[in-house]
């Protein structure tokens, strides 16, 4: 199964909504809108800011995506999923929200 397919399919059984036919798409669940990219199928990282980006991608290619990421510190909230097989895992999630006592 190709990447995309399995991101599709991952943010589906999630209970997003899924649009579009790339290998970019949108998935959204009740406020949420959350941009997907399987990276290695576009070649390059989105620019947009303000926004939820998650980029998808398979094991041996995790740790060069954070890496690219962290260095072009871009102005969204990332996270990277890790697809293994018919296994995922969130190598990388946004920060919780700050909580203050």
């Not at 959350?34 to 998808?56: A, I």
Request: charged letters at 30%; a negative charge.
């Amino acid at each position: 199964m190709r990447l995309v397919e399995q991101a599709r399919s991952i943010f589906a059984e999630l209970g997003y909504t899924v649009e579009g036919t790339g290998p970019t798409f949108r998935a959204e669940r009740e406020w949420k809108v959350v941009h997907v990219n399987t990276v290695l199928e576009t070649g390059e990282l989105p620019s947009e800011s303000g926004q939820f980006h998650c980029f998808v991608a398979e094991p041996e290619d995790a740790d060069d995506l954070e890496n690219k990421l962290r260095s072009r510190n871009p102005d969204y909230e990332w996270a990277i999923i890790v697809v293994d097989g018919e296994d995922y895992q969130v190598e990388r999630a946004p920060p919780g929200p700050r909580v203050t006592a």
